[in-house]
Every structure is written in structure tokens, then in C-alpha cells.
């Protein structure tokens, strides 16, 4: 039946189209023909069943009419509540479009922001338009000489019920587009960046254990293989114990020379204790979060890699500084072949010392295997050894446990929290959530629930922190407070 209903909504919206579009053409005869199905074809049919044609029509006008003229090189950015006169009860609706050079990530930053306001969206339509232009006005649609491809972004949205709204939405989609042009644009640059250090790694290696240097050159080359969405890079020199930066040889998004990645309390900076920590440490590289929300693609703290920069004499001299995301292998394939991480796990594996193929080691394998992703690229080897072990007393008998991690930076507390099943709910979650960030000083910055087999699930919380160091709650009382 449910196939049914959806084909009933496709032949309607076929149906609405079709007389859109001969209302289009009595209303504006220079919007060019099919330039309605061009806008609407791919918008979801239930959604636009929720308009008359003649409304339908409208927007298409006052969309083409965006699109006729355009500077090349920048998003063209339009907000409005427009007033419907044939859709039934929708009496008003908050337009946004946008016209732009057609490249990743547009719809999804755009989508990210929306959410990020709790704006609710009614509609979207996103068609990648072949044009020709002269002087920045348009020409035709299609045909053989429209080969320049622009993304034409249309949203109906709620919420947008004064000028005001609009404005603040489009300053910020501005700001927002222009980073995902910066990140764009300086794709290959940035991937030509890493490959240069791959390459100096090799030729010059610098003052390293060698083991060490093998597996972060394998690393770099796991990122350049589809599993790191680059947005953006700053070198660092290495002065007076402080890190200074060079931000005529930044790329993407750290082009944007207010950008930090990093904090202290409430301040963003370059260089924290910490940092100064990694610099010290007999190690090439280091895998972290940065402070800061991605606004380009996925509305997540941006992953952060730095890399340790020596001179030809083998004397450290900086720190070059990658911000992105990873991709979903990142998190999809297994973690006992991903570079960085397989060298942590086999430590883990030999420290148990289970052989591989006994029930034990196989459950550890297991265990690893399905620990929080980002957790196994941050959590230092002792603390992981510590807790997979705890987990893996789990199977034999099951009960609550709190195992808290302070992040290195001081900026969050993660913590994995196993209650029984039976037991687990939203409004058990939310209280334990409370309690954690009641505990921490902090706030539940995320979640992230897991059910695994067996009476037992996993809750994975984010506490968020700022100000006053972290406060060292005993095990015991966490255990003992979510258990009440």
C-alpha cells in the first residue's frame, strides 16, 4: 500500500508540474520552457503537493528572476517570506535561495545551519543547472553552449517571519559559503601539503623512533585515500616556547586568520600547555578534536592533526596544523587496519597477552572493534588498556560502570557509561546526563546510545567544559550515584 501512496503522489506532483508550468508561461513568457520541472523535479512530491500550481508558478518567477543575473566567483544569497494565495491552509512561507558555483558540500552546510537554528524546512529543491552567461546574465538553460554548472539552492522554511530573521540567516549562510568556496577551492593545495610531508618524512627523517615515523607516514597516505575531508591547514613556527602563525601559507578555511582551534576556558588561542606537551613528546603526530564546529559539510567539532616540523639539521621548528573531518571508513572499517590506530590495538592485544584465536582474545578484538571511533584516536594507551579491560569483565557479570576520560586539552570529559537493558530509557539517559554533568562542571555537549549484545547498553556522553579545572570524581561515587 505504502508503494501505492507514493506512486498516487508522484503522478500528482507530475500533474502540479505540468500546470506550474503553464501558468509560468503566461506569467513571465522569458522564464525559459521546463523551467519549473527544472526546479521542482527532484524536490520530494509530498512536499510539493502542499502548493497550488499558481503558487508554484510564483516561486518559480521570483526564482528566475534570482538567477538571471549573477557576479561569477560568490554565492548569491536571497530571504523572504513570501505570501501563498492557492496552497490551502500554508498561507505565508520563508523563501531562501541560493545561487552559486556548483561544488561539495553547499546543500549539506547550508541544511547544517538551518538546523543549528531549529529552523524547520518544508521543502527543498537543489538542481545543478548547465548555463550560459554573458557579463554575469544569463542566457540560456541547457543547449551547447551552457557549460558553466551553478548549484540553484531553494528552500522553503519556517520561522522566517521578519527581515530581521532573514538578514541574520543570510549573513551567516554568507560567511558559512564562503568557507566551503575557501575549502574547495584549496583542496588539491591541501593534498598536495600532505604529500609534501609524506615525502620529507621519507627523505629526511627527523630525530624519531623509527617504528614511529613508519606508521604517521602510513597515516598521512590512509588520509589522502578518501578517508579525510580536508578543510583547511596552518604551519606553525616554533619561537620562544610559543607556536606563531603563518598565515600567508594557510590554506581553506585557516586562510581565516580569526580562526582557533583551540581553548583555554572560554579563550581560543594557538598554543595551550598541552600542545607544548605533544611538541616534547617522541612522537610525529597527534589526533584530537579541535574546540570549534565544522560549518562546512557536517555540523561536527572539526578533527584536528598536528604534525611535528623539523628542520634538515633534525631540530623541531613548528607544527603543521590540519583541521577537517573524518570520513565514514573512518568509522565503518575495521580499526585493526586503519594506520595509527592498528599500532595502539596491537599494543592493547599484547599487553592482555590473550592468544588471538581463544575466546578471550577474540571478545577483546570484539571490544576494540566497537569502541567509540573518535575515543580509540584520542585515548592515550594505558587509560584504553584500563577500560577495555573493565568492559571485558563485563560479559562475565554484567553491572553499571562509569569509565571518565579527561581529554588532554581540559575542554571536554568522555565518558562510557554500561547500564542493564531493562533498566535503560530516554528519561534515564537524560538523568544520568545530569548527574555527569552536575559531576564535571560541565554540560552533555552529545550522546551517542549503543546496544550491543547481551543485558547491557552503552551510553557514550560528551561533557562539555569551561573555566575552573576539571574535578577528579571517583569512580566509585559515579558508579554508586548512576546506579541510584
Known amino acids: 500500500m505504502a508503494g501505492d501512496v507514493t ?19 503566461s506569467l513571465d513568457p522569458h522564464v525559459a520552457t521546463g523551467f519549473a520541472a527544472q526546479l521542482y523535479g527532484r524536490a520530494v512530491p509530498e512536499d510539493l503537493l502542499h502548493y497550488g500550481p499558481a503558487d508554484l508558478a510564483m516561486l518559480a518567477a521570483h526564482a528566475y528572476g534570482l538567477l538571471a543575473d ?14 501563498l494565495a492557492d496552497s490551502g491552509e500554508r498561507k505565508a512561507i520563508g523563501v531562501v535561495e541560493i545561487v552559486n558555483d556548483d561544488m561539495p558540500f553547499l546543500l549539506d552546510s547550508v541544511m547544517g545551519e538551518l538546523s543549528e537554528r531549529r529552523l524547520p524546512v518544508r521543502l527543498v529543491a537543489h538542481p545543478v543547472l548547465d548555463v550560459q552567461r554573458e557579463s554575469g546574465r544569463l542566457v540560456t538553460i541547457g543547449g551547447p553552449g551552457a557549460v558553466a554548472r551553478q548549484s540553484f539552492i531553494h528552500l522553503h522554511v519556517d520561522g522566517l517571519d521578519d527581515e530581521a530573521a532573514c538578514a541574520d540567516l543570510t549573513k551567516a549562510l ?5 568557507e566551503v568556496r575557501l575549502a574547495v ?66 590554506l581553506g578555511i585557516m586562510r581565516q586568520r580569526e580562526l582557533r582551534v583551540l581553548r583555554r576556558g572560554s579563550e581560543l588561542l594557538e598554543m595551550t600547555p598541552e600542545i607544548m606537551a605533544f611538541l616534547k613528546e617522541p612522537r610525529p603526530l597527534i589526533v584530537a578534536k579541535a574546540n570549534i564546529h565544522a560549518r562546512v559539510h557536517r555540523r561536527v567539532y572539526l578533527d584536528y592533526i598536528g604534525v611535528k616540523h623539523f628542520d634538515a639539521a633534525g631540530n623541531l621548528v613548528g607544527e603543521q596544523r590540519f583541521v577537517g573531518l573524518f570520513t565514514s571508513t573512518a568509522y565503518t572499517r575495521s580499526a585493526h587496519g586503519i594506520p595509527y ?39 592515550d594507551e594505558d587509560t584504553l588498556y584500563q ?6 569483565h563485563l560479559d562475565e557479570h554484567p553491572r553499571v560502570r562509569v569509565l571518565p ?62 573555566g575552573e579545572p576539571t574535578p577528579d570524581v571517583p569512580r566509585a561515587t559515579l558508579e554508586r550515584e548512576v546506579e541510584n
Open 7 to 25: 506512486a498516487s503522489d508522484e503522478a500528482a506532483a507530475r500533474d502540479l508540474l505540468e500546470q506550474a508550468q503553464a501558468q509560468l508561461s
Open 70 to 83: 549573477r557576479t561569477p566567483g560568490a554565492a548569491k544569497i536571497r530571504c523572504e517570506k513570501v505570501v
Open 174 to 178: 554568507e560567511a558559512i559559503l564562503a
Open 185 to 250: 577551492v584549496d583542496w588539491r593545495p591541501m593534498l598536495d601539503r600532505v604529500n609534501g610531508i609524506v615525502a620529507d618524512l621519507k627523505t629526511n627523517p627527523p630525530p624519531l623512533p623509527v617504528d614511529e615515523l613508519a606508521e604517521a607516514i602510513q597515516f598521512l597516505q590512509w588520509l589522502l585515500a578518501d578517508n579525510f575531508t580536508f578543510l583547511g591547514v596552518r604551519n606553525y613556527r616554533f619561537e620562544n616556547d610559543d607556536l606563531v602563525p603563518d598565515f600567508d601559507n594557510a
Open 341 to 379: 590506530l592498528r599500532r595502539k590495538l596491537a599494543a592493547i592485544e599484547r599487553r592482555a597477552g590473550f592468544p588471538a584465536n581463544s575466546h578471550s582474545g577474540k571478545a577483546l578484538a570484539n571490544v576494540l572493534e566497537h569502541y567509540p571511533r573518535d575515543e580509540l584516536f584520542q585515548v
Open 387 to 392: 577500560f577495555v579491560m573493565t568492559i571485558l
Open 405 to 466: 576520560r579527561r581529554d588532554r586539552f581540559d575542554r571536554f570529559v568522555s565518558v562510557l557509561v554500561y547500564v542493564p537493558r531493562d533498566r535503560y530509557d530516554s528519561p534515564i539517559r537524560v538523568k544520568i546526563g545530569d548527574y555527569l554533568a552536575r559531576a564535571f562542571l560541565g554540560r552533555v555537549s552529545a550522546f551517542y546510545p549503543f546496544f550491543p549484545e547481551g543485558p547491557l547498553v552503552r551510553v557514550h556522553f560528551i561533557i562539555g567544559r569551561s
